[in-house]
């Protein structure tokens, strides 16, 4: 009976159960207990479709457990704890609601087994996350929130077509493995492929977690990309085409990552990048890549709240993220610095850190399988990722050139939300065991051999050198106060500009073409005004006996028409 | 932005992990690190001879491969990157006010203070 209730429900109850707590630290620990909870809960489930539910002659499926939606809902479970452990001080109904309802759509729809849930659930992360944005409260979150939400509810909108197509083809609303060709699969696709940040899909993820509140960022970076990436691998596991969408994923934000400024910003980019990751394990499609793709998300969550936390925590002491205006915080903030460069560590895949254990088996599937390029490519990846994340990062926040700024160490409930985040991160490195064990697949990978533990550190310690060369030659590019132009140039300048321009052109073209017409009827009056006006020609000569003498033709004409219309 | 330089400089005050760390404010200190980085880079190279590698491709069997593909990749992203930037770089107000690149963090939402021991 308990099986049978949806997870996600938990969330929602809770999230109404709030208004009903006293403010303050009661709602802090209710927002720490739901998610333990729910995990205790996931982690008990047996295996089976759970909660059959009917919904307008359809069975709907809300409860599909198995082994890959079950790591993917104790890995949000766990975000979700560790998250709301940061925002402990957090008083704001808003975010408070807004995090326990992300979270719980997040999770109900890893557990959808029909496309009909996962719409509804689809729809429920974008709205509830687009008010941790919103919770900032200024002029520019509200934009940027605007632009988010359009993107993420454009993307539901896009799976609730490709739903009804795929029910006209196939008679059923199932979410189960599919094969790309039809209309309906493409859809599908391609909306799993927003929110999974697709090249080209992808700026509503740099442009929005910026531009989250501290807290909410951290809570925005662990589900929504996730849930694609999830969502991906249960529907289209094994389409060659996501291999190369990957490789180019890895590839082109670290280059954006360098030259960024914001540094939640540069997270946002590597975020994109360690997604591509996921995305070529998912086009590989073998057990060993699809084990690679579940644990590098699993990893890749804590790892990068981690980072987003650390960076989170120096914007909640100096109020500000920006590389330019930071450095030399090691010596006020030593512990954030140190959480800080275990994430970097993480991220960059070093040996006994979390990222090496999990994003070996994709780069292994990779050559197994014969993609040379895109192995390659993924190892200039991860050479780049360990570049902007793993050393820019640390360095440019914690020490570079010293910014003067001697903010206070993080609070208490930041600092624990990062060492358990830390601890975890280095657990699943040094004894990756237990990570492997909730996999989808039987694991059969040992991570730490010689080559591989040799090997993975020349390329780290060499990106490493070549950072330092160029830093010390003064080739390095320096952090400037700046935006750089990505592909949301298109639709927020060029597009706007570009409509601006036909408008005023089609105004003038039209006003022109007014004039003209309106200066000919002025001619044409004035000329008849000129002849038959009262002081014209041809009313001068006009007798008043013509005028009645056209009138008697005129009835004449009448009479005669009527008669002979009669008459036929 | 509305950062102040602290008034209350007092390196007394920091932290005791960070007062640990202070010894990286002094750039001949900084100078062995980076000669440290060299040595292990160094004997990273050189370890490539002294085992045999269990290794998939033709390229990773290239003495020092992994090594050199690190650095001269990485070297060449960022020259691309600074490449990158005449295109796109443009003034942080370029969006502004439609975006929070150019505004101040709410201050109410912060906790910001000083480190005063």
Redesign the interface.
Known sequence: MVDSIPVAFLFFGAALALFAVPQGRVRSVVMLAVPLAAALHVWSLPAGDLGQVEFFGYSLELMRVDKLSRVFALIFCLAAFLGNLYAWHVRDMVQLVAALVYAGSAIGAVFAGDLITLFFYWEGTAIASVFLIWARRTEGAYHTGMRYLVIQIGSGVILLAGAILYHGETGNFAFEKMTLGSPATWLIFLSFGIKCAFPLLHNWLQDSYPAGTVTGTVILSAFTTKLAVYALARGFAGTEILIYIGAIMTLFPIFFAVIENDLRRVLAYSLNNQLGFMVVGVGIGTELSLNGTAAHAFAHILYKALLFMSVGAVLFRTGTAKGSELGGLYKTMPLTMIFCVVGAASISAFPLFSGFISKSLIMSAASHEGYYVVWAILLFASAGVFHHSGIKIPYFAFFAHDSGLRPKEAPFHMLLAMGITAFLCIAIGVYPAPLYALLPYEVDYAPYTTTHVVTQLQLLFFSALAFTVLMRTGIYPPELKSVNLDTDWLYRRFMPDLLGTLSAALGRVWSAQAAVVQRRITRVVSRLHHSTGPEGRISQTWPTGAMVLWIAILLAVTLIVNFVGQRL | ???T??S??D?AA??A??T???W??NRRNVDYV?YG??I??AG??L??FL?H?????AV?EVP????????????A??????G??V??????D??????????????E????????G
């Open positions: 932005m509305g950062n330089k602290s209350k400089d390196p920091y932290p992990l960070g640990a760390l202070l990286l404010d980076v980085l060299y292990i880079c990273l190279f370890a490539d085992y590698k269990h290794v998939y491709l990773e020092g491969f992994y090594a050199i593909y690190g650095f001269v990749m990485c070297a992203l960022v020259i691309c990157a600074k990158m930037r295109l796109l770089k443009r003034p942080e370029y969006y502004s006010p439609k975006d929070v690149e150019s505004e101040d963090h709410p201050v939402q912060l906790e910001k203070a000083e480190n005063d």
